[in-house]
């Protein structure tokens, strides 16, 4: 789990440029998390080789577990499983739950269930044992396997939102692309003017792990990357996009109208340690005019763990894409460079006391 974001101070949007949008992009696509997935000892079938039912993987964070099936199946056909098992088993079954036995949302992204369950230690840790700080310094994660137990039969189908199988995972996925699209613009047209052709590739792009075939549709759809253009600001000379638009009959107006600092609200979530999901607006600009950054929006709606007056004690900590972030992160910023391949701004609360 990298912590890349947290050896430098500089103002995130002076990072804004061609090259480094195309660099935290393709960072966060490449992330990957390292996963150790066992077989329930129970449910193994007879004849199965017991000593070889443990696979290990580091897999995409932009992955889901659905996704890792046909992997997972070959390597249990040919490896623990023998003909009469490989005939009798039926992957549409397999489901997952944690170490601790919590059923695991497998139609949330790997690396937000891995960050989710950092955070989720974070809050169990009695002493700092996995987290550890110092005087004004960032808390050093360590990177160890997240351990699944594989079930192989009877899903507990009344408490899955869906089966977990591709096709209901690619719904699913669509559906926050969707839902991401309204928060930013107000509507879904840019999604719902996507060819079905299109809407198929952004997806084979996440199911084949291909950065280009996915962009190549997802820039039409995500906030293009001028550095830092706020309303009351000249708008830039060039266009800084990671990935080039259409041209239209009013180049400027359009960028400035697609950017970044200019769309209705950043797709955001926070995740608390074994608590719920916070949902709400964050526009990139304040009604004062000045950037809207992560920690006036951690200061706005957890004001105990992130309080906006005094001294800021080390209470807590924001994890987005594996990396702690520096406060000063713009939201908007945060919005066009390390939002998942949903859209969403994952932003995972871990606590420190």
């Not at 230690?121 to 594989?150: C, F, H, M």
């Not at 999901?277 to 964050?282: G, M, S, T």
């Not at 992160?329 to 945060?334: A, F, P, R, V």
């Amino acid at each position: 789990m990298s912590a890349y974001g947290t050896s430098r101070h500089h103002h995130p949007s002076s990072f804004a440029t061609s090259a480094s949008v195309a660099l935290f992009r393709r960072l966060a696509w490449e992330g990957t998390v390292p996963l150790e997935i066992r077989v329930d000892p129970k449910e193994l079938p007879a004849n199965s080789d017991r000593g070889l039912e443990c696979y290990y993987i580091q897999a995409p964070r932009v992955s889901y577990l659905p996704l890792l099936m046909p992997e997972l199946r070959r390597f249990l056909m040919d490896v623990v499983f023998d003909d009469a098992a490989a005939r009798i088993l039926k992957e549409e079954d397999w489901w997952f739950e944690s170490e601790e036995g919590a059923l695991l949302k497998w139609h949330w992204p790997i690396g937000l269930i891995y960050d989710n369950h950092t955070i989720s230690a974070s809050a169990r840790a009695s002493s700092a044992a996995s987290i550890g700080t110092g005087a004004g310094t960032a808390p050093e994660l360590q990177v160890t396997p997240l351990k699944l137990i594989l079930h192989l039969a009877s899903p507990p189908t009344e408490k899955l939102l869906l089966p977990p199988s591709a096709e209901a995972c690619k719904q699913a996925f669509m559906g926050q692309l969707k839902e991401a699209d309204f928060i930013r613009w107000g509507n879904t047209k840019r999604m719902t003017g996507l060819r079905k052709a299109e809407q198929d590739g952004i997806w084979e792009g996440i199911r084949e792990h291909n950065f280009d075939d996915y962009w190549r549709v997802a820039s039409k759809i995500v906030p293009t990357t001028v550095p830092a253009t706020r309303p009351s600001s000249p708008p830039p000379s060039s266009s800084a996009s990671a990935h080039a638009r259409p041209p239209s009959s009013d180049p400027q107006n359009a960028q400035d109208r697609d950017g970044a600092y200019n769309v209705r609200s950043v797709p955001v979530r926070l995740y608390l340690p074994d608590g719920p999901v916070i949902q709400d607006l964050a526009p990139p600009i304040l009604e004062d005019g000045t950037p809207n950054t992560l920690t006036r929006y951690l200061s706005t709606h957890l004001p105990l763990l992130f309080p906006s007056q005094g001294p800021a004690p080390d209470l807590a900590f924001p994890l987005v894409q594996g990396i702690i972030l520096p406060p000063e992160t713009e939201m908007g910023w945060l919005g066009a460079c390390l939002a998942g391949a949903d859209g969403w701004v994952n932003v995972c609360v871990g606590l420190l006391q």
